[in-house]
T-cell receptor
Framework: DVKVTQSSRYLVKRTGEKVFLECVQDMDHENMFWYRQDPGLGLRLIYFSYDVKMKEKGDIPEGYSVSREKKERFSLILESASTNQTSMYLCASSLEGAGLYGYTFGSGTRLTVV | DQQVKQNSPSLSVQEGRISILNCDYTNSMFDYFLWYKKYPAEGPTFLIS?????DKNEDGRFTVFLNKSAKHLSLHIVPSQPGDSAVYFCAATFNNAGNMLTFGGGTRLMVKP
């Protein structure tokens, strides 16, 4: 089974801090994604990547950046954390054809910015 | 503007009965649709999908129906079990979407014993 591992389950950070959320997948998937989940809003795409060193903005990229230096690792960076970035962050990976086979998600990181 | 909508934030069903979760979409380019299930403190897990060339796909207790003319899909769970209690997300994509999925807001299903 594909495994997507997010380094932290819970994080508490202060406003203005630079925050790194790490995600690693072990099945050589080309595509990796970062979503945030908020009540009533579902999952909203922040950034995604098709390959090493490639990145594309999703629907809500403001305040975030990403890094993909190796195929298996996709990092989400909050340049200067703000309270409105308090959320559940979900990383996912997929092969080509996500429509048929779907994504594999990590367990999520619940980030609280105080 | 949400392209995928789940208008019912919650649904409560008795064990053994049918659960019907609904999803509407606006983008006629969508050609694949998926349902995910999410338990608290876990990531969503893929449940079932359907291509737009079909109107029904069945997998055990789970059946997804697609009505393209109405831009509507539904997930039927029969019979419902307490372990089905979770948040269900529908999602959609299309061939040129670069493997991006667009998700609905989710419906919390509670199956009462």
């Amino acid at each position: 089974d594909v495994k997507v591992t997010q380094s932290s389950r819970y994080l508490v950070k202060r406003t203005g801090e630079k925050v790194f959320l790490e995600c690693v997948q072990d099945m050589d998937h080309e595509n990796m994604f970062w979503y945030r989940q908020d009540p009533g809003l579902g999952l909203r795409l922040i950034y995604f990547s098709y390959d090493v060193k490639m990145k594309e903005k999703g629907d809500i990229p403001e305040g975030y950046s990403v890094s993909r230096e190796k195929k298996e690792r996709f990092s989400l960076i909050l340049e200067s954390a703000s309270t409105n970035q308090t959320s559940m962050y979900l990383c996912a990976s997929s092969l080509e054809g996500a429509g048929l086979y779907g994504y594999t998600f990590g367990s999520g990181t619940r980030l609280t910015v105080v | 503007d949400q392209q995928v909508k789940q208008n019912s934030p919650s649904l409560s069903v008795q064990e053994g009965r049918i659960s019907i979760l609904n999803c509407d979409y606006t983008n006629s380019m969508f050609d694949y649709f998926l349902w995910y299930k999410k338990y608290p403190a876990e990531g969503p897990t893929f449940l079932i999908s359907i291509s737009s060339i079909k109107d029904k796909n069945e997998d055990g207790r789970f059946t997804v129906f697609l009505n393209k003319s109405a831009k509507h899909l539904s997930l039927h769970i029969v019979p419902s079990q307490p372990g089905d209690s979770a948040v269900y997300f529908c999602a959609a994509t299309f061939n040129n979407a670069g493997n991006m999925l667009t998700f609905g807001g989710g419906t919390r299903l509670m199956v009462k014993p």
